[in-house]
């Protein structure tokens, strides 16, 4: 055992063994390195929170898109999907005013589907579990005797990370507002005062 | 061949067997003296003969030698292979890792960027739709300023019609943005590029001669509408231009 010992720790009696000491050391070092650097990546915090960025993102698309599609003849399965994509208080809100809207989709005989035109957050708190989205959607309603009608809507809303992931908790049209003229750059009055 | 070596291995030997009756090894070793082979030890032999001993067996085997010295020889080899397969593999994936979707894409993770983009969005949108009759080349000079690529000639496009009457209707388009949220911000052939959803209030007032015909005109004269359009912007310097407008037609 000595002498096997011996050769390793006086590599110079041995070239073939020198080299392969080396290399073993090099490939040491390479793997310690490839080692450190899965590790760093692994445990990204900003990969995590894009993550959830994205997660968020995609349940508020899921989530317009599903509270604008119903089918009159499908209209149990579909409400039940409304409720899957929603938490909180939106959620009771659905439960609560189920019964009336199956029946008033069911007389009026609607076929809605909608289309998301294109959603980004503008905020997400990854801790708290908490996100908020805009959303542009593009819904189709096709009525009996009725020619298809199709409406672009501006929606905001909230969503809540749950045990079954993000899900809508307030969803909202945005409203047209008065917002323009008044505090936005070149105000109508502002510029006629110079006259 | 040495008798110093020969007669302290017989020593040895008449020593164990005194000492130790009961050894594995057979009476063999004690017939008459001569070149010995390759010794058997006993259990109790002892420490300070163990140095002739082991020399007088590495000397005479130099092929046992070798074939330890291949042993080891593989088992670096194999360990250098199983080491550099598992850098290779770890860097590879750590490469993976880093050029994820979630990664590239620094909306919201950045927000000093994410804000940026917001801001000067939002300000370009509000120049660049924003009209009045009485200083047409204001939004002129914003689309020269604030725009690039295929948005140039989707903005004139867009502005065509109020840009012809304007002047005869006595127009005044307002528009101001309401919500402006980044769904993306990536940095592609070494520019940094973005997207952004927006929504705006535009409010036009039409003062002149077919501006009174307008039935849905509010109390002051001015028709209110909800915009929404995504726009995708680059940045070219120190400041960001946009170079596509999409109006989900």
């Given amino acids: 055992m000595r002498e096997r010992v011996r050769a390793l720790v006086r590599p110079s009696k041995d070239p073939v063994l020198a080299a392969a000491v080396a290399l073993l050391v090099a490939a040491l070092c390479f793997a310690a390195w490839g080692g450190w650097s899965w590790h760093a990546a692994a445990d990204d915090g900003a990969r995590a929170y894009g993550e959830s960025r994205d997660r968020a993102l995609s349940a508020a698309e899921q989530g317009v898109q599903n509270l604008n599609t119903l089918d009159h003849r499908n209209v149990a399965h579909g409400l039940s999907t409304w409720q899957q994509s929603t938490t909180g208080e939106l959620r009771k809100q659905l439960a609560d005013g189920r019964g009336e809207f199956e029946r008033q989709v069911k007389a009026a005989k609607t076929v809605t589907s909608a289309e998301v035109l294109s959603a980004a957050l503008y905020e997400l708190d990854e801790r708290a579990g908490r996100a908020g989205a805009v959303v542009a959607v593009r819904t189709t309603v096709n009525a009996p005797k009725q020619k298809p009608t199709t409406k672009d809507t501006r929606m905001r809303c909230e969503l809540s990370r749950t045990s079954g992931g993000w899900k809508l908790s307030a969803l909202a049209q945005v409203p047209v507002g008065d917002s323009a003229g008044e505090s936005g750059p070149g105000a109508s009055r502002q510029d006629q005062g110079e006259d | ?249």
């Fill in chain 2, 1 to 249: 061949m040495s008798t110093t070596r020969h007669l302290l291995n017989r020593q040895r030997r008449l020593a164990a067997r005194t000492a130790e009756p009961d050894t594995a090894e057979n009476p063999p070793e004690e017939s008459p003296p001569g070149p010995r082979p390759s010794a058997r030890r006993t259990p109790h032999a002892p420490k300070q003969v163990d140095r002739e001993d082991a020399e007088q067996r590495a000397q005479p085997d130099p092929a046992r030698a070798r074939r330890h010295r291949n042993r080891v020889l593989a088992a670096l080899v194999l360990l250098t292979v199983l080491l550099g397969a598992f850098a290779g593999w770890a860097g590879a994936r750590a490469g993976e890792l880093r050029g994820t979707e979630a990664v590239r894409n620094s909306a919201l993770t950045d927000t000093a960027r994410t804000s940026e983009v917001k801001g000067k969005v939002t300000e370009a949108v509000n120049a660049l739709f924003s009209y009045d009759h009485t200083a047409p080349q204001k939004n002129r000079d914003a689309a020269g300023h604030l725009l690039t690529g295929p948005a140039v000639a989707q903005h004139a496009r867009l502005l065509d019609g109020l840009r012809k009457q304007g002047e005869k209707q006595k127009l005044v388009l307002t528009t101001t943005v309401t919500d402006a949220a980044v769904e993306r911000i990536s940095s592609a052939d070494g520019r940094d590029r973005a997207r952004v959803l927006v929504f705006a209030d535009q409010r036009s007032t039409r003062t002149g001669a077919a501006g009174k015909a307008n039935s849905t005109a509010a109390e002051d004269g001015s028709a209110y509408a909800g915009a929404m359009l995504a726009v995708e912007a680059i940045r070219t310097g120190a400041s960001w231009r946009i170079n596509r407008i999409d109006t989900f037609d």
